[in-house]
């Protein structure tokens, strides 16, 4: 395991990691259900001309896109030096934020790739890569931290993550052939696109401030041993909502297959059905954490004193159940291309911010995350009286 200062760099690299979805201006969420709704289309459809127009479409994404990545790459390469620069009095630490940052820009420009996977519905495959992929590098993690690697084995542990995607790409190499011959299509992009993914990109802008942003800020106020302790159970949490909204995620070649045959009814009794799995799914992982914690086992002991106490934990956690929901509505609205999380997106973010930085030093830390639960409660309510309307706009297409 690292050590206690370790942790801390650990968590503080991870912010660093996510940065590549503050530069990645809300391309992923957009694109993906643009293409996929697109690729319903040809793949239903039994016109030859309607099915040329839409394959010459997606090939259009790709090559316009292929350009945007290999910008906005030295983009997040630029941010990641400039992150890495305030941290350069530790030249250990100073080094590898510089190293990692370069294996981070690779590995966000092969999200082009895993992009058009999920726009054309192959989730399967890449779900089950992603899966072996993460299994595979996280193995390389420990193995090097067993060897005395410390805090280095994340530079390892990047590593593997962009070899075996260049691997898998290879390998898929038929699927993305014909992708490559696309016609130019940047006006039809923001004639037809570009409202919508500016409201996505202001959402994503921002939510890179809701909690990755905090680490760094944590780190400076309270400390590694806190900050280490908080990425851990941040971590536990985004685990357990990916865990819980994959089956909404997974449901979206459903929902597109639906909405383009009309039948938006059952569109949302599926969605339904799917949302209240989800949160099943959330209130079963947080009661199985609280029970491993309360039973005491020696088995997690360690682990549960590297993270956050039960009471703050558990705060956390039901700030993530609250975006189970977000992920969830954001799936069907954006089908619908439609973005309902600006506002909360926007605002929970800098309110967050603001809530830490000016009341850290003036109340306990548990104070601290009950603030950040009403704001967060406050805008579920926000966002919930958005997707009520929504959903009867919806029923009325």
């Excluded at 820009?105 to 999920?118: A, K, Y």
């Excluded at 900050?227 to 990916?242: D, E, P, R």
């Excluded at 005491?296 to 956390?316: E, K, Q, W």
């Amino acid at each position: 395991m690292f050590e206690i200062k370790e942790q801390g760099q650990y968590y503080l690299i991870l912010s660093l990691v996510a940065l590549q979805s503050f530069v990645d201006l809300g391309i992923i969420p957009v694109m993906s259900n643009v293409i996929l709704r697109d690729w319903t289309e040809y793949k239903n459809t039994v016109s030859d001309h309607l099915q040329s127009n839409k394959i010459s479409k997606i090939r259009g994404y790709f090559y316009f896109f292929l350009k945007w990545y290999s910008i906005l790459s030295f983009i997040l390469l630029f941010i990641s030096v400039i992150f890495s620069l305030n941290f350069r009095e530790d030249s250990q630490l100073f080094n590898l934020l510089i190293s990692i940052s370069f294996i981070v820009v690779l590995n966000f420009f092969l999200n082009l790739f895993w992009l058009f996977l999920e726009g054309i519905g192959d989730f399967y495959n890449l779900y089950l890569f992603r899966t072996i992929q993460l299994l595979f590098s996280t193995g390389c993690l420990f193995f090097f931290i067993t060897c005395d690697f410390g805090i280095h084995s994340l530079l390892f542990f990047y590593s593997s993550l962009f070899f075996s995607s260049v691997i898998f790409i290879f390998f898929k190499w038929r699927t993305f052939k014909f992708l490559i011959f696309g016609e130019r299509i940047i006006f039809q992009y923001f004639k037809e696109i570009f409202p919508f993914h500016f409201n996505v990109f202001i959402q994503s802008l921002f939510g890179y401030f809701t909690w990755q942003a905090l680490i760094p800020l944590f780190y400076d106020k309270t400390g590694a041993l806190f900050s280490g302790k908080l990425g851990v159970t941040l971590q536990i949490a985004a685990l357990f909502l990916s865990f819980s909204t994959f089956l909404v995620y997974s449901k979206s070649p459903i929902y597109s297959k639906l909405l383009f045959s009309k039948s938006h009814h059952d569109v949302l009794n599926i969605w339904k059905k799917d949302l209240i799995t989800s949160y099943l799914i959330f209130i079963f992982l947080i009661l199985i954490y609280l029970f491993l914690f309360y039973m005491d086992v020696s088995l997690f002991r360690p682990f549960f004193n590297r993270s956050l106490n039960v009471t703050n934990s558990f705060l956390i956690f039901i700030i993530h159940f609250f975006y189970v929901f977000n992920h969830s509505i954001s799936v069907l609205s954006r089908l619908n291309k439609k973005e309902l999380l600006t506002v909360s997106g926007v605002f929970v973010p800098i309110l967050s911010y603001a809530i830490v930085y000016f009341c850290i030093d003036l109340f306990s830390l548990d104070i601290i995350f009950v603030m950040l639960l009403f704001l967060n409660s406050l805008f579920f309510i926000y966002n919930y009286l958005k997707f009520k309307k929504f959903k009867s706009d919806f029923k009325s297409i």
